[in-house]
């Protein structure tokens, strides 16, 4: 496996961890930026996955 694979699995997984939590009330103290900071962090990683995916060499 990638490492960028990893990098976007390991966000992906933690992202969806504190979205659950927060969502049934573990981890409510957290503020939405937290969320939307964690999202876009899965976005580029995702992005980047694609880009070092489609390389040639």
Not at 33 to 38: E, F
């Amino acid at each position: 496996m990638r490492v960028t694979t990893s990098i976007f699995l390991f966000a992906l997984a933690i992202t969806a961890a504190v979205w659950l939590m927060r969502g049934f009330g573990i981890l409510t103290f957290l503020p939405g930026a937290v969320i939307w900071i964690l999202l876009i962090l899965t976005i580029a990683a995702g992005i980047l996955d694609v880009v070092q995916r489609t390389r040639r060499w």
